[in-house]
């Protein structure tokens, strides 16, 4: 079966760092691609990684463990518009298999 | 144009109706999707076109019935919808079949359909 987890809900402070985790276990694998959601809008693509390490890109960062079926995304200089839903996403051949999705709320 | 446009933004619809929802991207892009979203929920995969032709059907029931007339079009054409039908539709599109190399999915921003 495919299984992507991901926190329900996370708060933090604006201008803190926060760190949104995903665990994996899919039959295959093609990578994994974090979205970000605001409510009632579109996914945007933020990151996609498909070799284990750390991507950077600007405030965002992602890493990748193939091994351990693990990912974080980490954002840094928390801003109030990075209140979103954050998801986590995993390529296995021609799909794309969402996680739970995080909801990120940040407080002034 | 960087960008996946979808119409209506909105819908209701009757149990007895016909509706279509559509999706056009002008990218060149060869592969376009749909995903059903409930709230709080992440998107479903439903449909895959691939050179416009359908190569995945998520076991969708036959209510929802697709068609791709051409590489910069994607319909989702709806009959005798059931109330727990209610979701935003989303259509994507990807330059290429396949999600290898970081071939990332554009989300359009979605029909939200209420069925009475």
């Known amino acids: 079966g495919q299984n992507i987890d991901q926190p329900t809900e996370m708060t933090a402070t604006e201008g803190a760092i926060v760190q949104i985790n995903c665990t994996y276990q899919?039959?295959?694998?093609?990578?994994l691609f974090w979205y970000q959601q605001h409510a009632g809008e579109a996914p945007t693509f933020l990151s996609y990684n498909v070799l284990d390490g750390l991507e950077e890109k600007g405030r965002f960062s992602s890493f990748l463990s193939r091994s351990k079926g693990y990912s974080y995304l980490l954002l840094k200089e928390l801003q109030m518009k990075d209140s979103a839903s954050y998801l986590c996403a995993v390529a296995n051949t021609d799909k794309l298999i969402f996680g739970t999705g995080t909801r990120l709320q940040v407080f002034p | 144009d960087t960008e996946v446009t979808q119409t209506p933004k909105h819908l209701v619809m009757g149990m007895t109706n016909k509706k279509s929802l559509k999706c056009e991207q002008h990218?060149?892009?060869?592969?376009m999707y749909w995903y059903k979203q409930k709230a709080k929920k992440p998107p479903e995969l439903m449909f895959v076109?691939?050179?416009?032709?359908?190569?995945i059907n998520e076991s969708v029931p036959s209510r929802f019935s697709p068609e791709c007339p051409n590489s910069s079009l994607l319909n989702l054409h709806l009959h005798a919808l059931q109330p727990e039908d209610s979701a935003l539709y989303l259509c994507?599109?990807?330059?290429?079949?396949?999600?290898?190399?970081?071939?990332?999915?554009?989300f359009g921003p979605g029909t939200r359909l209420t069925v009475l």
């Open positions: 994507a599109s990807s330059q290429l079949p396949g999600l290898a190399g970081n071939n990332e999915q554009f």
């Open positions: 990218m060149g892009h060869r592969a």
């Open positions: 076109y691939s050179y416009e032709k359908l190569s």
């Open positions: 899919t039959s295959g694998f093609n990578g």
